[in-house]
């Protein structure tokens, strides 16, 4: 279907058609979430689970075990994301880093933003419109990455 941004192409392909503008948009988001990642900044506190709210101690000790694996991950699928987002095309496990990359930018900046379900349709005078309006771009292409997965 002609006019799709992601488009599953074969087993192992899919189309991306994104205009550059887009893209550099999810690239500077890229580096955004990269850094809120490394500096473990209560933005990314949605990606990096609260297991022992009740207990510090056991929390420290779940965060100490888990804080490593954790951010690897979301780097190398942030950097796996960043380094395919020029190609027309990626593969399977190229647009898995990428629905993992999407919410995790999502999850930052809706954190940040302080959004949460019973968001409202922002105002255009609201000084975060535009977060607002990225928040919505990375939940739709998020939500069309996943349609094409499950095709």
């Known amino acids: 279907m002609p006019g ?9 392909k899919f189309r991306i058609d994104l205009p550059l ?3 550099q948009l999810l ?15 209560p933005a990314s506190r949605r990606i990096f689970p609260v297991a022992y709210e009740n207990s510090p101690e056991m929390e420290m000790d ?7 694996p954790l951010t690897r991950h979301h780097r190398e699928t942030l ?4 380094s395919s987002l020029s190609n027309s095309e990626i593969t399977e496990d190229e647009a898995l880093a990428w629905m993992n990359a999407l919410n995790d930018m999502r999850l930052i900046l809706g954190t940040a933003l302080d ?3 019973e968001r409202a349709a922002p105002d255009e005078n609201d000084p975060n419109y535009e977060g607002y309006v990225v928040y919505d771009l990375l939940t739709y292409l998020q939500g069309a990455l996943i349609e094409e997965i499950q095709r």
């Open 115 to 117: 959004i949460d379900e």
């Open 62 to 68: 779940f965060s100490q075990l888990t804080r490593e």
């Open 4 to 12: 799709k941004e992601i488009e599953r192409i074969g087993p192992d």
């Open 21 to 23: 503008q887009v893209r």
């Open 79 to 82: 950097e796996m994301f960043g």
């Open 27 to 41: 690239i500077d988001m890229k580096e955004l979430a990269l850094t809120h990642v490394e500096e473990n900044s």
